[in-house]
């Protein structure tokens, strides 16, 4: 009789609790970046940070989402994967504004120490996806170059899934490599600190 009296309590606090923790996980995932975000804007350098973080997270959460589609999981998860993929688009677009700004103060310091008027400032070739060149993947100069090689990887990627769906190795496959590929979440910060022997401008 007494717990009965209580459910007027107990319910809408587990539902609270419920819904905390669904909050929790769709946005836990992000609240690492927010920091490294404001550092970034505050002192307009992104070389610290790897945006290769971003590749590994957008391929990552592409294939949970597509993985979605033949195994159901929490929607939380699903609501994770999406948030996690518009932040690491934030996280590309300030990083790529940042660079082209830092280039573009450096030919101007270049210009203005010229001395002789037959000297020509060369001009760092502009970047693109459509370039192709395995040497500047993942490194260009415009942030609609990193949404078209998104959006290309998720239509071929979603394409193959479509096709695929009722296949359970491949739905199977498509989880495990979303698993793996952010098990792999810190190869390429660690990669880019043992290149420069510096954590400089790491979160």
Not at 14 to 29: D, E, I, P, R, T
Not at 46 to 65: E, H, K, P, Q, W
């Amino acid at each position: 009789m007494e717990a009965e009296g209580l459910d007027w309590l107990l319910v809408p606090l587990h539902q609270l609790v419920s819904w905390g923790a669904a909050a929790a996980m769709v946005f836990g995932g992000v609240v690492p970046y927010v920091p490294q975000y404001r550092d970034i804007r505050r002192t307009q350098n992104a070389d610290g940070f790897s945006t290769y973080v971003c590749l590994v997270l957008l391929v990552a959460n592409i294939l949970r989402i597509l993985f979605w589609f033949g195994r159901r999981f929490e929607s939380p998860l699903l609501w994770q994967s999406a948030i996690m993929i518009l932040t690491m688009l934030l996280m590309l677009k300030l990083c790529t504004e940042v660079r082209v700004a830092n280039e573009l103060n450096a030919r101007r310091r270049s210009f203005a120490a010229a001395d002789s008027k037959d000297e020509e400032v060369k001009v760092a070739p502009r970047r693109s996806f459509l370039d192709f060149d395995p040497h500047h993947f993942w490194q260009w100069s415009s942030f609609s170059d990193y949404v078209q090689c998104v959006l290309a990887f998720t239509g071929v990627a979603g394409y193959i899934t479509y096709l695929s769906i009722d296949s359970t190795l491949f739905v199977e496959t498509l989880g495990f490599l979303a698993v793996l590929t952010e098990a792999m979440l810190g190869v390429p910060q660690l990669y880019r600190n043992h290149r420069h022997q510096s954590t400089e401008g790491m979160r």
